[in-house]
Antibody
Framework: QVQLVQSGAAVKKPGASVKLSCKASGYTFYNYFMHWVRQAPGQGPEWMGMIDPSGGATSYSQRFQGRVAMTRDTSTSTVYMELSSLASEDTAVYFC?????????????WGQGALVTVSS | EIVLTQSPGTLSLSPGERATLSCRASQSLSSSYLAWYQQKVGQPPRLLIY???TRATGIPDRFSGSVSETDFTLTISRLETEDFAVYYCQQYGSSPPTFGQGTKVEIK
């Protein structure tokens, strides 16, 4: 079965960067886009961007452009998301989510989430 | 980007009652590319419905979705205790994909 296992919670200071990982298993890694979606406390989910694991091409939300970078390691079926210049408003749970094969912007499977707390 | 507006914000119902949740899109969605997710506290969202009306694998048939132009509806025919949660709609027809702000279904 599809499994997306994320790295653990992180506490960062304002201005710092955070790099999260998401290890995929149970399917052919190359074939499915992977997305990052975050959810601030009490808010709805927000899409951050996506990566095509086959070639590494990325597409980011304009809201995070210039501050986010998504990469992948095909040898370990792992995707990474690095967010820089953190501020308190970046405190949220960050999820990786696998896109549907045909409807790439639909999220069929999710990781368990990783809480990132930004505090001085 | 497409804005999704969900109503009501909170729905207070008893087990066995019918729940009707709404999601309105700011513009038409290509091919009814709208999904519904259920989220419980401390868990990721779970896909319930896609294509406005198709249940995802393993979703019980008390969940149904419908559409009328830019108005989408999720109906839970008879609420079970495990259905009390927050529900989000999401459009995936154009980038960026966007979510509604959610409807909380709580026990009355």
């Amino acid at each position: 079965q599809v499994q997306l296992v994320q790295s653990g919670a992180a506490v960062k200071k304002p201005g710092a960067s955070v790099k999260l990982s998401c290890k995929a298993s149970g399917y052919t890694f190359y074939n499915y886009f992977m997305h990052w979606v975050r959810q601030a406390p009490g808010q709805g989910p927000e899409w951050m961007g996506m990566i095509d694991p086959s070639g590494g091409a990325t597409s980011y939300s304009q809201r995070f452009q210039g501050r986010v970078a998504m990469t992948r390691d095909t040898s370990t079926s792992t995707v990474y998301m690095e967010l820089s210049s953190l501020a308190s408003e970046d405190t949220a749970v960050y999820f990786c989510a696998r896109g549907n094969l045909r409807a790439r912007l639909r999220f069929d499977d999710w990781g368990q989430g990783a809480l990132v707390t930004v505090s001085s | 980007e497409i804005v999704l507006t969900q109503s009501p914000g909170t729905l207070s119902l008893s087990p066995g009652e019918r729940a009707t949740l709404s999601c309105r899109a700011s513009q038409s969605l290509s091919s009814s590319y709208l999904a519904w997710y259920q989220q419980k506290v401390g868990q990721p969202p779970r896909l319930l419905i896609y294509g406005a009306s198709t249940r995802a694998t393993g979703i019980p048939d008390r969940f149904s979705g419908s559409v009328s132009e830019t108005d989408f509806t999720l109906t839970i025919s008879r609420l079970e205790t495990e259905d009390f949660a927050v529900y989000y709609c999401q459009q995936y027809g154009s980038s960026p994909p966007t979510f509604g702000q959610g409807t909380k279904v709580e026990i009355k």
